[in-house]
Protein backbone atom coordinates (compact mmCIF):
# COMPACT_ATOMS: atom_id res chain seq x y z
CA UNK A 1 0.00 0.00 0.00
CA UNK A 2 2.85 2.51 0.81
CA UNK A 3 4.34 1.91 -2.67
CA UNK A 4 1.15 2.39 -3.97
CA UNK A 5 1.13 5.70 -2.25
CA UNK A 6 4.68 6.40 -3.33
CA UNK A 7 3.79 5.85 -7.02
CA UNK A 8 0.37 7.63 -7.20
CA UNK A 9 2.67 11.03 -5.35
CA UNK A 10 5.57 10.41 -8.00
CA UNK A 11 2.94 10.72 -11.01
CA UNK A 12 1.11 13.48 -9.53
CA UNK A 13 4.13 15.13 -9.07
CA UNK A 14 5.18 14.72 -13.13
CA UNK A 15 1.65 15.95 -14.03
CA UNK A 16 2.23 19.15 -12.35
CA UNK A 17 6.23 19.66 -13.95
CA UNK A 18 4.91 19.09 -17.41
CA UNK A 19 1.35 21.15 -17.11
CA UNK A 20 4.13 24.18 -15.26
CA UNK A 21 6.25 23.68 -18.38
CA UNK A 22 2.83 23.87 -20.83
CA UNK A 23 1.56 26.73 -18.72
CA UNK A 24 5.04 28.98 -19.81
CA UNK A 25 4.47 27.73 -23.37
CA UNK A 26 0.75 28.95 -23.20
CA UNK A 27 1.84 32.05 -21.69
CA UNK A 28 4.74 32.51 -24.20
CA UNK A 29 2.08 32.46 -26.50
CA UNK A 30 -0.76 34.72 -25.34
CA UNK A 31 2.05 37.58 -24.62
CA UNK A 32 2.85 37.19 -28.49
CA UNK A 33 -0.86 37.55 -29.61
CA UNK A 34 -1.06 40.44 -27.84
CA UNK A 35 1.76 41.84 -29.49
CA UNK A 36 0.08 40.89 -32.95
CA UNK A 37 -3.46 42.08 -32.02
CA UNK A 38 -1.92 45.39 -30.84
CA UNK A 39 -0.61 45.83 -34.08
CA UNK A 40 -3.42 44.72 -35.44
CA UNK A 41 -4.84 47.72 -33.91
CA UNK A 42 -2.71 50.03 -34.75
CA UNK A 43 -2.84 48.92 -38.67
CA UNK A 44 -6.47 49.85 -38.09
CA UNK A 45 -6.09 53.06 -36.71
CA UNK A 46 -4.32 53.60 -39.84
CA UNK A 47 -6.41 52.55 -42.44
CA UNK A 48 -8.98 54.94 -40.38
CA UNK A 49 -7.18 57.97 -41.22
CA UNK A 50 -6.51 57.60 -45.13
CA UNK A 51 -9.86 59.66 -46.22
CA UNK A 52 -12.30 58.79 -48.75
CA UNK A 53 -10.77 60.67 -51.59
CA UNK A 54 -8.22 57.99 -51.02
CA UNK A 55 -9.96 54.76 -50.42
CA UNK A 56 -8.14 51.81 -53.16
CA UNK A 57 -4.63 53.47 -53.18
CA UNK A 58 -1.57 51.40 -52.92
CA UNK A 59 -1.09 52.91 -49.65
CA UNK A 60 -4.45 51.34 -49.04
CA UNK A 61 -3.80 48.06 -49.98
CA UNK A 62 0.06 48.35 -48.13
CA UNK A 63 -1.73 48.90 -44.90
CA UNK A 64 -4.20 46.02 -45.98
CA UNK A 65 -1.53 43.01 -46.78
CA UNK A 66 0.33 44.07 -43.66
CA UNK A 67 -2.89 43.50 -41.68
CA UNK A 68 -3.91 40.17 -43.23
CA UNK A 69 -0.15 39.26 -42.47
CA UNK A 70 -0.37 39.96 -38.99
CA UNK A 71 -4.14 38.79 -38.78
CA UNK A 72 -2.90 35.13 -40.61
CA UNK A 73 0.13 34.97 -37.78
CA UNK A 74 -2.59 35.87 -35.16
CA UNK A 75 -4.87 32.55 -36.11
CA UNK A 76 -1.83 30.41 -36.38
CA UNK A 77 -0.81 31.49 -32.99
CA UNK A 78 -4.47 30.92 -31.84
CA UNK A 79 -3.97 26.99 -33.53
CA UNK A 80 -0.92 26.65 -31.40
CA UNK A 81 -2.71 27.78 -28.23
CA UNK A 82 -5.51 25.80 -29.14
CA UNK A 83 -3.22 22.75 -29.44
CA UNK A 84 -1.77 23.35 -25.84
CA UNK A 85 -4.84 23.35 -24.16
CA UNK A 86 -6.81 20.38 -26.35
CA UNK A 87 -2.89 18.81 -25.10
CA UNK A 88 -3.83 19.91 -21.48
CA UNK A 89 -7.65 18.72 -21.33
CA UNK A 90 -6.23 15.09 -22.79
CA UNK A 91 -3.90 15.44 -19.73
CA UNK A 92 -6.23 16.14 -17.48
CA UNK A 93 -8.95 13.71 -18.86
CA UNK A 94 -5.91 10.93 -17.94
CA UNK A 95 -5.34 11.96 -14.96
CA UNK A 96 -8.23 12.50 -13.43
CA UNK A 97 -9.39 9.26 -14.39
CA UNK A 98 -6.64 7.26 -12.76
CA UNK A 99 -7.14 9.72 -9.38
CA UNK A 100 -11.25 8.29 -9.59
CA UNK A 101 -9.69 4.56 -10.05
CA UNK A 102 -6.96 5.38 -7.32
CA UNK A 103 -9.74 6.69 -4.86
CA UNK A 104 -12.17 3.96 -5.80
CA UNK A 105 -9.44 1.76 -4.49
CA UNK A 106 -8.70 3.49 -1.37
CA UNK A 107 -12.28 3.49 -0.79
CA UNK A 108 -12.67 -0.35 -1.03
CA UNK A 109 -9.21 -1.38 0.81
CA UNK A 110 -10.51 1.29 3.58
CA UNK A 111 -13.48 -0.27 3.98
CA UNK A 112 -12.07 -3.92 4.15
CA UNK A 113 -10.22 -2.90 6.68
CA UNK A 114 -12.92 -1.51 8.80
CA UNK A 115 -14.82 -4.48 8.14
CA UNK A 116 -11.94 -6.89 9.04
CA UNK A 117 -11.15 -4.55 12.20
CA UNK A 118 -15.03 -4.41 13.02
CA UNK A 119 -14.83 -8.41 13.19
CA UNK A 120 -11.80 -8.62 14.87
CA UNK A 121 -13.02 -5.96 17.68
CA UNK A 122 -16.10 -8.32 17.96
CA UNK A 123 -14.23 -11.23 18.94
CA UNK A 124 -11.64 -9.45 20.58
CA UNK A 125 -10.83 -6.36 22.73
CA UNK A 126 -7.20 -4.69 21.74
CA UNK A 127 -6.08 -5.08 25.43
CA UNK A 128 -7.66 -8.56 25.71
CA UNK A 129 -6.36 -9.18 22.63
CA UNK A 130 -2.36 -8.42 23.72
CA UNK A 131 -3.23 -10.42 26.83
CA UNK A 132 -4.32 -13.20 25.45
CA UNK A 133 -0.35 -13.56 24.03
CA UNK A 134 1.35 -16.52 25.34
CA UNK A 135 4.95 -14.70 25.50
CA UNK A 136 6.24 -10.88 26.71
CA UNK A 137 7.50 -10.79 23.24
CA UNK A 138 4.34 -11.70 21.80
CA UNK A 139 2.29 -9.18 23.77
CA UNK A 140 4.89 -6.52 22.63
CA UNK A 141 4.66 -7.77 18.59
CA UNK A 142 0.98 -7.44 19.30
CA UNK A 143 0.56 -4.31 20.72
CA UNK A 144 3.29 -2.55 17.57
CA UNK A 145 0.85 -4.79 14.85
CA UNK A 146 -1.91 -2.60 17.13
CA UNK A 147 -0.28 0.89 16.37
CA UNK A 148 0.92 -0.24 13.24
CA UNK A 149 -2.62 -1.10 12.17
CA UNK A 150 -3.84 2.33 13.99
CA UNK A 151 -1.24 4.55 11.79
CA UNK A 152 -1.78 2.68 8.42
CA UNK A 153 -6.18 3.47 9.31
CA UNK A 154 -5.10 7.21 9.53
CA UNK A 155 -2.91 7.30 6.49
CA UNK A 156 -5.47 5.69 4.49
CA UNK A 157 -7.81 8.05 5.28
CA UNK A 158 -5.75 11.00 4.64
CA UNK A 159 -4.54 9.03 1.22
CA UNK A 160 -8.52 9.59 0.33
CA UNK A 161 -8.78 13.07 1.61
CA UNK A 162 -5.72 14.07 -0.64
CA UNK A 163 -7.22 12.11 -3.19
CA UNK A 164 -10.24 13.67 -3.57
CA UNK A 165 -8.57 17.41 -2.98
CA UNK A 166 -6.57 16.89 -6.07
CA UNK A 167 -9.67 15.31 -8.05
CA UNK A 168 -11.79 17.90 -7.17
CA UNK A 169 -8.76 20.66 -8.12
CA UNK A 170 -8.41 18.74 -11.97
CA UNK A 171 -12.28 18.98 -12.03
CA UNK A 172 -11.72 23.03 -11.70
CA UNK A 173 -8.59 23.16 -13.82
CA UNK A 174 -10.68 21.03 -16.21
CA UNK A 175 -13.64 23.29 -16.70
CA UNK A 176 -11.24 26.42 -16.63
CA UNK A 177 -9.01 24.91 -19.63
CA UNK A 178 -12.57 23.76 -21.71
CA UNK A 179 -14.21 27.51 -20.84
CA UNK A 180 -10.81 29.13 -22.21
CA UNK A 181 -11.08 26.34 -25.01
CA UNK A 182 -14.35 27.79 -26.29
CA UNK A 183 -13.70 31.70 -25.90
CA UNK A 184 -10.55 30.99 -28.06
CA UNK A 185 -12.12 28.78 -30.88
CA UNK A 186 -14.88 31.83 -30.88
CA UNK A 187 -12.15 34.12 -31.24
CA UNK A 188 -10.53 32.32 -33.42
CA UNK A 189 -13.46 32.27 -35.55
CA UNK A 190 -14.12 36.00 -35.71
CA UNK A 191 -10.60 36.66 -36.77
CA UNK A 192 -11.47 34.38 -39.79
CA UNK A 193 -14.56 35.92 -40.59
CA UNK A 194 -12.53 39.65 -40.53
CA UNK A 195 -9.92 38.09 -42.03
CA UNK A 196 -12.53 36.88 -45.55
CA UNK A 197 -13.40 40.23 -45.41
CA UNK A 198 -10.07 42.39 -45.29
CA UNK A 199 -9.40 39.48 -48.75
CA UNK A 200 -11.86 40.88 -50.63
CA UNK A 201 -11.43 44.31 -50.09
CA UNK A 202 -8.03 43.60 -50.88
CA UNK A 203 -8.83 41.97 -54.30
CA UNK A 204 -11.31 45.28 -54.77
CA UNK A 205 -7.93 47.43 -54.33
CA UNK A 206 -6.31 45.29 -56.93
CA UNK A 207 -9.07 45.31 -59.23
CA UNK A 208 -9.30 49.08 -58.99
CA UNK A 209 -5.45 49.75 -58.86
CA UNK A 210 -5.00 47.66 -62.13
CA UNK A 211 -6.63 49.86 -63.93
CA UNK A 212 -4.05 52.94 -63.29
CA UNK A 213 -1.48 50.49 -64.60
CA UNK A 214 0.23 52.80 -66.87
CA UNK A 215 0.21 55.45 -64.46
CA UNK A 216 1.22 53.73 -61.61
CA UNK A 217 4.04 51.89 -63.44
CA UNK A 218 5.77 54.97 -64.07
CA UNK A 219 5.90 56.72 -60.78
CA UNK A 220 7.01 52.84 -59.11
CA UNK A 221 10.10 52.79 -61.82
CA UNK A 222 10.65 56.53 -61.21
CA UNK A 223 10.73 56.01 -57.15
CA UNK A 224 13.12 52.79 -57.88
CA UNK A 225 15.17 55.09 -60.05
CA UNK A 226 15.49 57.64 -56.75
CA UNK A 227 15.90 54.35 -54.76
CA UNK A 228 19.14 53.97 -56.16
CA UNK A 229 20.66 57.17 -56.12
CA UNK A 230 19.91 57.37 -52.51
CA UNK A 231 22.02 53.97 -52.46
CA UNK A 232 24.53 55.63 -54.18
CA UNK A 233 25.17 58.60 -51.87
CA UNK A 234 24.83 56.40 -48.58
CA UNK A 235 27.84 54.08 -50.34
CA UNK A 236 29.33 57.61 -50.99
CA UNK A 237 28.96 58.88 -47.71
CA UNK A 238 29.94 55.52 -45.92
CA UNK A 239 33.24 55.14 -48.05
CA UNK A 240 34.30 58.27 -46.87
CA UNK A 241 34.04 57.89 -44.15
CA UNK A 242 35.97 54.45 -44.10
CA UNK A 243 38.61 56.27 -45.63
CA UNK A 244 38.64 58.77 -43.58
CA UNK A 245 38.63 56.48 -40.91
CA UNK A 246 41.57 54.92 -41.77
CA UNK A 247 43.15 58.17 -42.64
CA UNK A 248 43.37 59.22 -38.72
CA UNK A 249 44.48 55.73 -38.04
CA UNK A 250 47.30 55.90 -39.81
CA UNK A 251 48.39 59.71 -39.04
CA UNK A 252 47.79 57.94 -34.89
CA UNK A 253 50.06 54.73 -35.87
CA UNK A 254 52.57 57.52 -37.43
CA UNK A 255 52.58 60.02 -34.65
CA UNK A 256 53.30 56.81 -32.12
CA UNK A 257 55.72 55.38 -34.25
CA UNK A 258 57.87 58.54 -34.15
CA UNK A 259 57.46 59.30 -30.60
CA UNK A 260 58.69 56.25 -30.07
CA UNK A 261 61.97 56.01 -32.67
CA UNK A 262 62.31 59.96 -30.92
CA UNK A 263 62.86 58.29 -27.15
CA UNK A 264 64.89 55.07 -28.31
CA UNK A 265 67.35 56.82 -31.38
CA UNK A 266 70.32 55.83 -29.81
CA UNK A 267 72.07 54.22 -32.93
CA UNK A 268 74.86 56.56 -34.65
CA UNK A 269 73.79 58.38 -37.85
CA UNK A 270 73.16 56.86 -40.74
CA UNK A 271 73.48 53.22 -39.20
CA UNK A 272 70.38 51.12 -39.50
CA UNK A 273 67.87 51.53 -36.55
CA UNK A 274 68.01 48.26 -34.00
CA UNK A 275 64.40 46.95 -32.86
CA UNK A 276 65.91 45.24 -29.92
CA UNK A 277 64.02 46.14 -26.63
CA UNK A 278 61.85 48.55 -28.94
CA UNK A 279 58.09 48.39 -28.69
CA UNK A 280 56.24 48.45 -31.73
CA UNK A 281 53.05 49.94 -32.15
CA UNK A 282 50.39 48.04 -34.54
CA UNK A 283 47.94 50.09 -37.12
CA UNK A 284 44.87 49.89 -36.30
CA UNK A 285 41.98 49.82 -39.21
CA UNK A 286 40.06 51.88 -37.78
CA UNK A 287 40.06 54.26 -34.41
CA UNK A 288 39.53 52.21 -30.88
CA UNK A 289 36.49 54.10 -29.98
CA UNK A 290 35.04 53.25 -32.93
CA UNK A 291 36.14 49.53 -32.41
CA UNK A 292 34.22 49.52 -29.21
CA UNK A 293 31.05 51.42 -30.53
CA UNK A 294 30.57 48.67 -33.30
CA UNK A 295 31.02 45.61 -31.40
CA UNK A 296 28.73 47.28 -28.55
CA UNK A 297 26.37 47.73 -31.31
CA UNK A 298 26.85 44.11 -32.93
CA UNK A 299 25.57 42.97 -29.45
CA UNK A 300 22.44 44.40 -29.67
CA UNK A 301 20.92 42.29 -32.37
CA UNK A 302 17.29 41.58 -32.23
CA UNK A 303 16.92 44.37 -29.21
CA UNK A 304 17.98 47.57 -30.90
CA UNK A 305 14.26 50.15 -30.27
CA UNK A 306 12.11 50.78 -33.32
CA UNK A 307 12.80 54.51 -34.89
CA UNK A 308 9.14 55.60 -34.43
CA UNK A 309 7.06 55.00 -30.95
CA UNK A 310 3.85 53.70 -32.77
CA UNK A 311 4.63 51.40 -36.69
CA UNK A 312 3.28 48.86 -39.33
CA UNK A 313 6.11 47.54 -41.43
CA UNK A 314 4.24 47.80 -44.77
CA UNK A 315 7.00 47.18 -47.39
CA UNK A 316 10.16 44.93 -46.30
CA UNK A 317 13.76 44.19 -47.13
CA UNK A 318 15.27 42.80 -50.05
CA UNK A 319 13.90 41.81 -53.46
CA UNK A 320 10.09 41.27 -53.54
CA UNK A 321 7.01 41.16 -56.14
CA UNK A 322 5.03 43.75 -56.36
CA UNK A 323 1.02 43.09 -55.01
CA UNK A 324 -0.55 44.19 -58.27
CA UNK A 325 1.62 44.33 -61.33
CA UNK A 326 4.12 42.26 -62.54
CA UNK A 327 7.27 44.35 -61.32
CA UNK A 328 9.59 43.00 -58.97
CA UNK A 329 11.41 45.96 -56.55
CA UNK A 330 14.21 45.73 -54.15
CA UNK A 331 14.31 47.33 -50.83
CA UNK A 332 17.18 48.17 -49.14
CA UNK A 333 15.88 48.86 -46.10
CA UNK A 334 12.06 48.66 -44.55
CA UNK A 335 8.82 51.12 -44.83
CA UNK A 336 7.11 51.72 -41.80
CA UNK A 337 3.67 53.81 -41.87
CA UNK A 338 3.10 55.59 -38.52
CA UNK A 339 1.52 58.78 -37.09
CA UNK A 340 1.62 62.03 -38.95
CA UNK A 341 4.40 64.00 -37.63
CA UNK A 342 5.58 60.98 -35.66
CA UNK A 343 8.97 61.68 -33.90
CA UNK A 344 12.15 59.86 -35.50
CA UNK A 345 14.51 58.63 -32.98
CA UNK A 346 18.16 57.71 -33.47
CA UNK A 347 18.36 53.37 -32.62
CA UNK A 348 21.85 53.63 -30.78
CA UNK A 349 24.45 56.03 -29.69
CA UNK A 350 26.57 57.85 -32.54
CA UNK A 351 27.14 60.57 -34.74
CA UNK A 352 25.37 62.23 -37.62
CA UNK A 353 27.90 61.87 -40.52
CA UNK A 354 25.23 62.94 -43.52
CA UNK A 355 21.98 65.32 -43.75
CA UNK A 356 20.38 66.20 -46.81
CA UNK A 357 16.96 66.29 -49.14
CA UNK A 358 16.85 63.58 -51.55
CA UNK A 359 14.08 63.56 -54.18
CA UNK A 360 11.26 61.25 -53.59
CA UNK A 361 12.98 60.35 -49.62
CA UNK A 362 12.90 64.13 -48.55
CA UNK A 363 15.44 64.81 -45.47
CA UNK A 364 17.35 61.96 -44.76
CA UNK A 365 19.45 61.64 -41.30
CA UNK A 366 22.72 59.27 -41.56
CA UNK A 367 23.94 58.53 -38.28
CA UNK A 368 27.43 56.23 -37.72
CA UNK A 369 28.00 53.66 -35.18
CA UNK A 370 31.37 52.31 -35.01
CA UNK A 371 31.34 50.67 -38.69
CA UNK A 372 27.67 50.57 -38.57
CA UNK A 373 25.49 53.03 -40.07
CA UNK A 374 22.07 53.73 -39.53
CA UNK A 375 19.81 55.69 -42.23
CA UNK A 376 16.62 57.38 -41.46
CA UNK A 377 14.87 58.87 -44.73
CA UNK A 378 11.31 60.62 -45.52
CA UNK A 379 11.78 63.14 -42.96
CA UNK A 380 10.27 66.46 -43.07
CA UNK A 381 11.58 68.16 -39.91
CA UNK A 382 15.61 68.11 -38.72
CA UNK A 383 16.65 68.05 -35.52
CA UNK A 384 20.17 67.42 -35.87
CA UNK A 385 23.21 68.39 -37.57
CA UNK A 386 26.42 66.85 -39.23
CA UNK A 387 28.88 66.14 -36.35
CA UNK A 388 26.47 66.10 -33.44
CA UNK A 389 26.78 63.38 -31.28
CA UNK A 390 23.46 61.18 -30.33
CA UNK A 391 22.00 59.02 -27.85
CA UNK A 392 19.83 56.17 -28.51
CA UNK A 393 16.15 57.49 -28.29
CA UNK A 394 17.35 60.57 -29.00
CA UNK A 395 14.91 62.66 -31.20
CA UNK A 396 16.48 63.46 -34.21
CA UNK A 397 13.58 64.75 -36.71
CA UNK A 398 9.98 64.12 -37.86
CA UNK A 399 8.42 61.85 -40.56
CA UNK A 400 7.12 63.83 -43.88
CA UNK A 401 3.29 63.34 -44.51
CA UNK A 402 2.54 62.14 -47.88
CA UNK A 403 -0.40 64.23 -49.39
CA UNK A 404 -1.26 61.30 -51.66
CA UNK A 405 -2.07 58.98 -48.82
CA UNK A 406 -2.28 61.38 -45.79
CA UNK A 407 -0.01 58.72 -44.01
CA UNK A 408 3.42 59.13 -42.98
CA UNK A 409 6.11 56.77 -43.70
CA UNK A 410 9.54 56.19 -42.60
CA UNK A 411 11.93 54.80 -44.89
CA UNK A 412 14.51 53.69 -42.61
CA UNK A 413 18.21 51.44 -43.80
CA UNK A 414 21.04 49.69 -41.73
CA UNK A 415 24.85 49.11 -43.40
CA UNK A 416 27.44 47.36 -41.89
CA UNK A 417 30.11 49.00 -43.91
CA UNK A 418 29.13 48.66 -47.52
CA UNK A 419 27.16 45.78 -46.73
CA UNK A 420 23.35 46.85 -46.75
CA UNK A 421 21.42 44.52 -43.65
CA UNK A 422 17.67 44.00 -42.71
CA UNK A 423 16.72 46.62 -40.47
CA UNK A 424 13.67 44.04 -39.52
CA UNK A 425 16.57 41.79 -37.83
CA UNK A 426 18.05 44.00 -35.33
CA UNK A 427 15.00 45.99 -34.21
CA UNK A 428 13.19 44.99 -31.15
CA UNK A 429 9.87 42.35 -32.50
CA UNK A 430 8.06 39.48 -31.06
CA UNK A 431 7.15 38.44 -34.15
Given at each position: ??????????????????????????????????????????????????????????????????????????????????????????????????????????????????????????????????????????????????????????????????????????????????????????????????????????????????????????????????????????????KWEIA?????????????????????????????????????????????????????????????????????IVKSF??????????????????????????????????????????????????????????????????????????????????????????????????????????????????
Amino acid sequence: MRSKALLLLAAFLLFSVCMVAQGQDRNALEKKRKKLESDIKRNRELLDKIGEDKKNSLSQLELLLSQINTRQKVISNMSKELELLNAQINENDDIIGALQKDLDLLKKQYAEMLYFAYKHNSKYSDVAFIFSAKTLSQAYNRMRYLQRLAEFRLRQAELIRETMASLSQKLTELNEKKKAQQNLIAEQTGQKQILDKERTQTNQIVGDLKKQEKTLTVQIRKYEEQAVALNDEIEKVIKWEIAEAKRKAEEEAKRVAAEDAKKNNTEPAGSKPSTAGKTTTPMPSVPAIDAKLSASFGLNKGKLPWPVDNGVIVKSFGLQNHPVYTIQTNNRGIDIKTNANAHVKAVFDGQVVDVRFMPGYHQVIMVKHGDYFTVYSKLEKVNVKVGDQIKAKQIIGSVHTDEESSLSELHFELWQGTNNLNPALWIYTTQ
